[in-house]
Every structure is written in C-alpha cells, then in structure tokens.
C-alpha cells in the first residue's frame, strides 16, 4: 500500500481537493488494485470498522462497488434499504444516521436524491463528536466525487498504467457531452479534469447546458473550462469523450423535443468520432440508454470504449477512500 498522508476526514466534494490529495488519491488507488490482482485480494486495512452503506436512492454500481471494496478491506457492513427501513414510519434521516453510529458505524456512505443530506450528516457527526467519517456517494444535481475520481483513476491509468498520476492530464482534451444540468458525475468531473490541466469541453443543448457553467472554475483553471451548445467543437481534437445519461427521472419539464432528436444532434457515434484525436477513448459513468447519448458499437467496442475498465477501477478508487477516511485520526 502507498505510503501517504491523508486528513481530511470527509469526503463530501471535490471542489477544494488539492492536487496533492489528488495524488494520495490516484497511488492508494493503484496500490489496492494491484491487491485485486492477486489470487488473494482482501486485505485487513479496516478490520474491526463498521461501514454503513445508505442509499436512498437506487443505485447498482456504485452501491455494489462500495460494499465490495468494504469487503476487500475486511470491514463490517451494515446495507440500509430504505423501503424497508423505519423511514417509512416516519423516522427522519438524521435519527437513522444516528442509529447507526449507536450500532458502532465508523463509515457512512451516503447517496440520496437531495443535494446537501451527505453534507448535513457529517456535521451532526461532528457536532456529536463522534469520530464518524462520510464519504458523498452521491447527492441530488450536487456532487459525485467517487465517480469523478474513478474516472481520473482510469484516464490516468490508460495515459501510465505502472505510475497513473496528475500531470498526465495537463493539456488533454476532455469533451463531457450530454445532459449536463442534472448530472452530479458533471460537476464532480469539472473540479478534478480542471484541476489536473486537462481542458474541458461541456457540450449539450442550452436547455440542458445553461452558461451558469461557465462560471463553475475560476481563476487559471478558467480557461479550461468551455461551453458548447454544438457538438462538434467540443469533438474537435478531443483526447477522451464522457458521454452521460439524459436524467429523465429529473427533468420537470419539456427540454427536449424526443430522444431520436437528441441523438441526431448529441449522440456519440463511430462517425462522429472521426472528429477527435487517433486513439480517443469512450468513457460512460453509467447506466446508458444504448442508441440515445451513445451506439451500442462504440459501448461494446473494447478498442474504443472504458466503460468496463471504470467499473473494475471503481472498486480499487473506492478501497482507496474508504481506506483514507477509515484511517484518519480522530
């Protein structure tokens, strides 16, 4: 395991990560994946801790990825469902929060459909001063850090396998297409891309790209940043394409005219990749509607896409963080 240095107890954004918890980030990463392996591939680093997984919102990657990095790591798990829960009597998250840390939780990780719960819950753990870490496995149109990180986790590994590490990324064309507005993986991916000096291209229809993005990044990191409402200057040289999901489950209105359109204009095809750089790569947080924001050849096409490889990763990137947080000193 990387030697490193680690404090920050939570993990609820990437937006004031530095680039040297970045680097902790990626070496631990690579050091559990070389664990994985291995014809043995668990490890006593949190033998004795108890990590809660609440999901209160479906999910099947990252609930899977999470709970099986826990595994490797020798931890105690505790799975919530909320159908099942006592939420459904009219107990308030905070009061199941704090059930679980009286059943000894030492890690929550958290996803739910509000933006700000990961947030609010670490700081009545604080406030009790219970030691508790939270790691954000997602919150609302907010954030989705370990996706985002799973994501630099692979870039860099296809750029320097044995050594996957920041610096790769400084001048690399990044194009982010599709329903940018709802996407949590967006935001999360424009704190790391930028701050790594990869230039960014978010592309997508105005009704789902507004120029408040635009503004996300200040400072150097601003000019990495860039809005395209057309498809094809964001394709233009790109060295990765990330292509996500139209969130219909979050969409409250008509912002678009059909899905058939939006892939006319929008959806990444072989073709369209001709655009972009020789030896451009496909990645997708997933799940994807095969035909809308992406062909199904280019998904199941192991020359182009990563989809695969950022799902194995997932897991080595989750170890990791459950591995820093779970190893603060209180």
Known sequence: MANTTWSRRHIISLIDLVAEEYETIL?????FREVLSRRTKKVPALQGKVVAN????????TRSSFELAAKRLSAD???????TSSLTKGETIL????????????IM??????????????????DLGAGVSVLNAGDGQHEHPSQALLDLFTICSLLDSK???????????????????HSRVARSNIWSLTAAGAEVHLA???????????????????KLLKLDWQLEPALKNADFVMTLRLQKERMNQNLLPSLQEYHRLYGITRDRLELCRSGVQILHPGPVNRG???????????????????????????????????????
């Open 27 to 31: 070496k631990t990463a690579a050091s």
């Open 54 to 61: 609440m999901f209160f919102e479906p999910s099947t990657r």
């Open 77 to 83: 798990i505790l799975n919530f469902s909320p159908g």
């Open 95 to 106: 009061d199941t929060a704090k059930t679980y840390l009286a059943m000894g939780a030492d």
């Open 109 to 126: 990780v958290i996803r739910h459909k509000q933006a700000g719960v990961p947030l609010t819950i670490a700081k009545a753990m604080d």
């Open 163 to 181: 050594d996957p590490r920041l610096e790769l990324l400084k001048g690399k064309k990044i194009a982010i297409v599709g329903d940018i507005l």
């Open 204 to 222: 997508g229809p105005p009704t789902l790209l507004p120029k408040l993005f635009s503004e996300m990044v200040e400072d150097d990191r601003a």
């Open 292 to 330: 809308v924001e992406i062909s199904s050849d280019l998904m199941d096409d192991p020359q182009l896409s990563l989809i695969s490889q950022q799902v194995t990763n997932g897991v080595a990137v989750r170890m990791a963080l459950l591995y820093l947080i779970g190893s603060t000193k209180s």
